[in-house]
């Protein structure tokens, strides 16, 4: 005779493998430890996510799951020590690079010279536009183009006459001018190293500022402090136990001046 198998409902609960929905919850409780959170994310009812959370952290076999889980998750020694000693050589030049710039300096430049390189440019301007009307086939175009060109060169005239003006008066004037276009090294933040660098888990802390982004690393002389101990390459502090620490009573010795001043 064939024995007969107990219902689902007589199995005892502590042998009842936990639902997809269950392992979720597990999943997700391990990562952050959040209990309403974790039943969110694991499709619970968002209104009751908080009750759901503490009637499922009463079941001795979630409970059991998330403790295998996080001992998963959970950072070796030999990884900690890994970590540690990533943060205690990580520096700001991890996240920064160097890149060629164009510079234009600005140069204080006597006026008298200004003048000549403007008149220089004038000619020049002027030479352009008559070479560049005969191009131009069509006569309303050319007579709006040549119309146009006037009035540009007019304003020059303009300019140059205030110039002239005020080097009659002020001959060693001078005037602050754009330079030359230089090419120039600078160190800007990468954004594709900061993005690895979070990913290595080098940085700290990531704050928008209305400057930029403000990169805060790991601190590398705790780090190097921390594996340093580790390592036992400090020397252990000695402290008398007999009195906590502190100086012995009668210790301090007590010199008579003798008369002296």
Not at 159 to 184: C, H, Q, Y
Request: charged content about 30%; cysteine-free.
């Amino acid at each position: 005779m064939a024995t007969q198998q107990p219902p689902p409902s007589d199995i005892p609960a502590d042998t009842k493998p936990l639902t997809p929905q269950q392992q979720r919850f597990v999943e997700e409780y391990a990562q952050h430890w959040k209990g309403a959170q974790a039943a969110r994310e694991a499709n619970y009812s968002v209104a009751r996510a908080k009750q759901t959370a503490r009637d499922l952290l009463k079941d001795e076999r979630i409970l059991a799951a998330i403790k295998a889980r996080a001992i998963d998750l959970g950072m070796s020694q030999e990884e900690a020590t890994v970590r540690m000693s990533q943060w205690g050589r990580a520096s700001i030049e991890d996240v920064m690079e160097k890149v060629v710039v164009e510079y234009t300096p600005r140069i204080h430049k006597p006026l008298r010279d200004i003048v000549a390189e403007f008149k220089d440019q004038m000619e020049f301007e002027q030479e352009f536009a008559i070479a560049a009307e005969a191009l131009i086939t069509d006569k309303k175009l050319q007579t709006k183009f040549r119309k146009k060109q006037a009035v540009i060169h007019a304003l020059r005239k303009v300019e140059l006459l205030r110039m002239e003006m005020e080097l009659a008066r002020k001959p060693d004037a001078k005037r602050w001018v754009s330079g030359e276009t230089i090419p120039k090294e600078e160190v800007r933040l990468s954004l594709v190293k900061v993005l690895e660098a979070k990913a290595g888990g080098l940085i700290k802390k990531i704050t928008p500022t209305r400057y930029g982004l403000s990169v805060e690393m790991h601190d590398a002389k705790d780090a190097t402090t921390t594996m340093l101990k580790v390592h036992g390459a400090f020397a252990p502090v000695k402290v008398d136990h007999t009195t906590n620490g502190n100086d012995m009573p009668g210790s301090n010795i007590m010199m008579p001046d003798n008369g002296r001043d």
